[in-house]
Each structure stands twice: as structure tokens, then as C-alpha cells.
């Protein structure tokens, strides 16, 4: 059996796209009435520029048991017209015990996710519960995109030579996992210089980078430093970049697929450079 | 209008307990083939013996949409038969931003609990939507009851004179929100000495204390250690020990209430005498 990390590979290399579209509707900002349709139009016409689909399960809880209707349908619908594409559950879910084992089995059983984002906070017992899904993966968040990021993951950790912060920290717990090669590292395009020090740390770590378009992630630089030495191992994810392109309901899903397109472009093209630059060494 | 933990500390007054029962059913263990008729069975035999009831939803999406009707009229029915009771939805839920606003609709609005539990890795920012809502309230998950939260909320903060642990500064982030009194914290009862050091700390939080019962706990130290200086401000919570106490169908529900009472007494006894060594002294 692949892993789920192989799968994600190999769709990056299928679809030539470290592409993932963040699908996050709010019903007062999608410019048609029906959420299911919108989102199934946003899935049509990127999917042929993007190697993964992120649900944020934030948005459908927010519409209450219809939402989770729609969250269904949204998945089956990419299963239906991308069966190579990877779906990543973004629920960042974390707890223990049973409770964990519950939240793996709604992520992996009911909603049918291949990665699931979860929080390490309580350590690895958050964790493992996740990996007895072996066709599946976690992304541990890590390191966010967000200003007040810096109250807990920046904290630097008294006695460690390395001067490690509380998101490296939460980094090495992946890596002890690094055999199973399904879990991975959710690290925000924001702070290019942690991403590329988390890379050059953890080279062979799958990485989840939001933060992209709406947040502000200058693109060329975070496909640089997010990349390994081979040039992949990394999902871009922007949503309100790419969903609400344009409030139009005539050519939402156009402009959707313009800027799914241009942003796959600017990643391969930074790639590229990259690529010959080394070449040139 | 009323602070969510001045409700939490009236109803704690008012039913003279400060248990709070788990809702955290698995159809395969509970002993009658009702989901909803268990859950409803359960609010109904311990509701004069404890002040709060809290669902964790991973139980729910376990189940997929079935559950969160069953969520939805175990919340309803709560409401109806024990309306000065507290909620607490237990998912805890992390984001920032548009997502995070998200998630507080869903917890207040959909699910309409009093109080949710998040998680504050991201910073200020995955609190400050939930406070958006005046009567509602969050825990903030701060030092919990497993063995591997040492990974991460163990770590000892570089360069701070008192020693600061991570969760120490989660619970500092709690602080800056004292003045709205609807922010707690959530912290295990395995570790007493961390529970009374953080009282110490923070004389005025209201802790939601799990890890009583099927986790360890000891009932007497951890009411002692967790009680404020007026022998209040906390919840000790029992979700297996209670709606699991008997696997017979014909009596779960007395075994439930009889454990929830047992718990509401051992709570009750070690206050009193705390409080009679007190005015001893």
C-alpha cells in the first residue's frame, strides 16, 4: 500500500501543481445561492491546475447540520471527477484517549479525508490514534501564519543548545514518526525564514503551507524555502485567493481557475529557478 | 447581563456541586440501543446532583450526521429539563481569523453551548472570536491529564525568572481577558501540583478539570488543589465513571446518578474540610 505522502507525490507530479484549494464558503460571500453547487463549480474548474482540495470544517459547522450535507456531497463530488486528487480535512482537531480514536474516525471513516490536520498540544497521544489509518495522514500544526503566532510557538526553550522554539519542538514529534511517512507539518508562508530553517531541519517532512494570497505569503519565496532538494514535498493552500477571485455568479468559477493557475505557475516557475541555480553550482 | 461564569458559579450554588458529566457516547458501549434515549436518560437521572453537562463532539462526528442530531436534541433536551445548567461543548477548537469567527458560530449559534473549549496555540487570536458572544464563555486548554503533554506544555520557557512552563503562558494569555470573566482554563487533575500552582497563579480563573475517575485523578486533593480561596470557581468533570457505571440496561441510569453523587460528596467533603482547617488557623 502507498502512503498517503506517496499519494500526494505523485498527484503533485500528475497535475504538475503543488496547487490546494482552500474550500471555505460562507454563505454571505459566495455569489451564487446554493453552496454545494458553488463549491462543485470551484472543484470543475480547478481541478485540472491543483493537486489537492482542503475543506476547512470551520465553515460547514457554521451552517449547522446542512452544512455537513454539503461537506459530504463536496467530498464525493471530488472523488467523482478527481479520484487522484489528495482531500485534506482541515479540523485541527486534537485530543486523546478514545476522544482521539473519535475524531480519527469521523475525519477517516465518516468525512472519507486522506489528511487530516490535528493539534500536538497534548503530545503524542494526540497523534497515534491518527496513524492506525495506514492509507492516511496528519498534518501536525506546527507553525502558523498568524501575528499572535509568537505568544506560544516562539518561545524558546531553556536548555536546549539549539535554542529550539516550542514549533520545533512540535516539528521533532513528526519526525519520530518519519518511517510511517504519514504525518506532516502544517507551517504558514508568512515567516519565510522559520520555513526554510524548519526544511533545512527536517528535510524529508511533508508541508501544509496556508497563508498564501489572503494572508500575504509572497509566493516565489515560500516555494523556495518550503520545497526539499528535490523540488517537492509541499502543498500551497490559498482559499479566499482562489474561491472568491471574483463575486460575479457568471465567472466565479473562471477567475477561480485564473488564479489557481497563475499561482501553480509562480510556484513550478520559482521552482525552476531554483533548479537551475543549483545546476549552475 | 450576566458573565458566563457568574452563571457557571450560580448553578454550581444553586445544585450545591460543582460535577460537570461527559456526554461521550459510543454506541458500542452504551448499554441500550438509543443513542439520544442514553444520553437523555443519563441529563435526566444526574441532573439534581451535578451543575453542568459537557458533550464532546468528537463522540457525535464519529457517528456522522445521525450524531449531531443526537447533539443537536441532547442539547435541546438539556435546555428543556435543567435550564439553569451549563453547557460545555468540548471540541476543542483552534483557528484565527474568518475561521475562527466560524467555529464561534457554530459552538453559540448552532450548537448553542455556554461555554466552548479551544485550544490558544495560535495565539490571541484563536480567543478573542469567541469572545464576540457576552454570555457565552471558553476554556482554553492549558495543562491536560496525559502523559505525553510533557512533549510540549512541560517545556520550560527560556529566560524567564519564574521558570515559566508553556502552559504557564498559556495561562498568562487567559489573564489578559480577566476583566470579561469568560475566559477559564482547562487543566487535568493528574497533576496536582501543577493545578495548585496554577490556582496560586491565578486565583480568580475558572478551571474545568478533567481526568477525575476513569483517567486517575483523586477526587479530594483535586478539589482541594483546584478550588479558588472561596472554595469555588472550578468543575471537576467524570464522563466514563458516571454514564458508564453500569453496562445494564435496566439500571445505567441509577448507577450513573448514584456515581455522580458519590462524586458531588467527595467534592463537598474535601471543601468543608479545607474550609474548617482554614478557620482553624
Known sequence: MHTMFEKLDSAAATMESFVC???DPTPERVPIDDVLAFNCAIVDATKDVVSAFKPQFAYYEAMGIDGFRILEKTIQHIRDVAPGHVIVGDGKRGDISTTATAYATAMFEIWDV?????????????????????????????????????????LVVDGSDARDQVFDRVANMADRYAGTENVGLVVGATYPVDLRALRSKHPEQHFLIPGIGAQGGVVEETARAGANDRGGGFLVNSSRGIIYASSNPEDFDIEARNEAEKLKNQVNDALKQTARSASKL
Chains 1, 2 share one sequence.
Do not use: H, K, M, W
Not at 497534548?122 to 505568544?151: A, K, M, W
Open 21 to 23: 484549494v482552500g474550500l
Open 114 to 154: 486522506d489528511i487530516a490536520t490535528i493539534y500536538a498540544y497534548q503530545g503524542t497521544d494526540s497523534v497515534e490514534p491518527f496513524l492506525q489509518y495506514p492509507g492516511r495522514g496528519v498534518y501536525i500544526v506546527c507553525r502558523t501564519s498568524n501575528p499572535s503566532s509568537r505568544y506560544i510557538q516562539d
